[in-house]
C-alpha cells in the first residue's frame, strides 16, 4: 500500500506499507499510519517511508517504521531509532532434544531466573567504573569476548561484529553513565524475555543445516537491550535537539520526531552517544548468553551429552546505522532508522558469516 505525496502538504517523499488488508485496518485503530505520514516531513530523505506489517504506535516513527535518510541534507532523529537504543533479539541453538530434557525444563527455567537479573530497576552483580564502562561501550561485544564472556563464534554471528564504530562516550550524560554502570547482564523488564523454545517446524532446510537447527531441539531467544542507559541517551538528546529543530529551522508535525542534521555538531553527538547505547546492548546480550549457558551446564551437565549453546544470529531492531544499498539504479550510502524493525540480509550481502551466504 502507498501514500502519496500529495496526499497532505508538506510530505517529502511517499509512505509505504507491507500489509494485508486486514492488517492494515487493524492498524488504524492506533496512530501507527499518521506517524509514518508525520515521519516523511523529515528533511534528506531517500525514497519513502515504509512500514512493516506488525506496525503499531511508538515515539515519533510508528513501531515497524524504517526510514532512510542521506548522509548530506539528511537528519538523524532519535524518535526514529527509539528510547531502547539496540533492543534486539540473539538466537542460540542446541543439540539437546525437547524429550531428553522435558523432565528438567522447570529447573532450567529456575536457574536461568536465577542467573538472569530481571525486572524494573534490576541491577547487576558486574559493576563497571565510569571509565571502564566508556572503554566497553567503545569496542562493543569485542569487550565481553576480551573479559571471557564470548567467543570468537559469537562474534561472528554477531551484526556488524557486535559493534558499531564511531561511538564517542565524552557525548554521554553523567546520568546516562551512572545508570549504565550497573546494568550490563540484566534483562529488564516490559516486553523483554529470555524463553526456551522448541524447534518445531522447518522451511528451509540448507538454511536450518547450517544454522544447527533441527526439529525436536530445543533453542533459546534472548529478547532485550540497553536498558536504562539507552532509554537516558534518548532522553537527553530529545530534549538536546529540540533546540537544534528551531537552530536549523526544521517544521515537523510532531515533537517528538525532533532531529538534527547529521552533519552538524548536534547530530554528530547523537550519532556517538547512540553507538555507546548500541554497543552497550550488544554486550549485554552477550553477557545474558553465557549466563544462559552457565543455567545449561548447571543443570544439564552429566544428564545429556551435549548441552552447550551455540549462537546463531544476534541482530538489533531499534538502532540507526550507515549502509550501503541500492536506490533506483545507484547504490548509495545512506542512514537507515529502524525502530522495531530487524535488517533483512539478501543473498550476498555484507556484513554476514561467510557460511550464510
Not at 48 to 72: E, F, K, N, R, S
Not at 137 to 148: L, Q, T
Not at 299 to 312: E, F
Request: glycine fraction near 10%; hydrophobic fraction near 40%.
Amino acid at each position: 500500500w502507498e501514500i502519496s505525496p500529495d496526499f497532505r502538504a508538506g510530505m517529502r517523499v511517499p509512505v509505504r506499507i507491507f500489509a494485508s488488508g486486514s492488517l492494515l485496518k487493524d492498524s488504524l485503530r492506533d496512530d501507527s499510519i499518521q506517524q509514518a505520514i508525520n515521519a516523511t516531513f523529515l528533511p534528506g530523505l531517500v525514497e519513502a517511508v515504509m512500514v512493516m506489517p506488525d506496525m503499531h504506535q511508538g515515539y515519533g516513527l510508528p513501531i515497524g517504521g524504517v526510514a532512510a535518510t542521506d548522509p548530506t541534507t539528511g537528519v538523524i532523529s532519535p524518535g526514529g531509532i527509539g528510547y531502547d537504543i539496540n533492543c534486539g533479539v540473539r538466537l542460540l541453538a542446541s543439540q539437546v532434544t525437547f524429550e531428553e530434557v522435558k523432565a528438567l525444563l522447570p529447573d532450567l527455567a529456575s536457574v536461568i531466573n536465577q542467573f538472569c537479573p530481571s525486572g524494573v530497576g534490576v541491577n547487576s552483580d558486574l559493576k563497571l567504573s565510569e571509565s571502564q564502562l566508556a572503554e566497553a561501550c567503545i569496542i562493543g561485544a569485542h569487550w565481553a569476548k576480551e573479559a571471557g564472556y564470548a567467543t570468537a563464534e559469537d562474534i561472528k554471528y554477531t551484526e556488524d561484529n557486535g559493534c558499531l564504530p564511531g561511538a564517542d562516550p565524552s557525548k554521554l550524560s553523567k546520568r546516562a553513565l551512572e545508570r549504565g554502570r550497573t546494568q550490563l547482564g540484566t534483562l529488564g523488564a516490559g516486553n523483554h524475555f529470555i524463553e526456551v523454545d522448541l524447534v518445531a517446524e522447518i522451511f528451509l532446510p540448507e538454511a536450518a543445516e547450517v544454522m544447527g537447527l533441527q526439529v525436536g531441539d530445543i533453542a533459546v531467544q534472548i529478547h532485550t537491550g540497553s536498558r536504562g542507559f539507552g532509554h537516558q541517551i534518548c532522553t537527553d538528546y530529545v530534549r538536546l535537539l529540540q533546540k537544534a529543530v528551531a537552530k536549523y529551522q526544521i517544521s515537523l508535525p510532531d515533537k517528538q520526531l525532533v532531529c538534527a542534521p547529521i552533519d552538524s555538531p548536534e547530530g554528530q553527538d547523537y550519532l556517538g552517544a547512540m553507538r555507546c547505547g548500541a554497543n552497550f546492548a550488544f554486550i549485554n546480550r552477550q553477557l545474558l548468553a553465557n549466563k544462559v549457558r552457565q543455567a545449561f551446564e548447571v543443570v544439564l551437565a552429566g544428564k545429556v551429552s551435549q548441552w552447550h549453546l551455540m549462537q546463531v544470529y544476534d541482530i538489533a531492531h531499534n538502532i540507526g546505522k550507515f549502509e550501503k544499498h541500492l536506490v533506483g539504479d545507484e547504490k548509495r550510502t545512506v542512514c537507515v532508522h529502524r525502530k522495531g524493525a530487524t535488517r533483512a540480509f539478501g543473498p550476498g550481502s555484507e556484513g554476514i558469516p561467510d557460511d550464510y551466504l
